[in-house]
């Protein structure tokens, strides 16, 4: 079996770090809430890094 991936996210309000599989996050442009703060912005604007980024548009297609 697999493993399964995970990107990291940052929110750029609150600043909470986490991890999801990108099987369960929306498509890059899309938008995402941040399940703390609940602030509002492209999936895209969550990744931590640019390779998260990378991964999740991968991971998605």
């Known amino acids: 079996m697999p493993n399964e991936a995970?990107?990291?996210l940052l929110c750029?309000?609150?600043s909470k770090h986490w991890e999801e599989s990108p099987k369960d996050l929306?498509?890059?442009e899309?938008?995402?809430d941040c399940p703390d703060c609940g602030a509002t912005y492209r999936t895209?604007?969550?990744m931590r890094t640019e390779r998260d980024l990378e991964n999740l548009?991968?991971?998605q297609s």
């Open 6 to 8: 995970y990107v990291q």
């Open 26 to 28: 929306p498509k890059p």
């Open 12 to 14: 750029p309000d609150c």
């Open 57 to 59: 548009k991968q991971l």
């Open 44 to 46: 895209s604007e969550f």
């Open 30 to 32: 899309k938008n995402y």
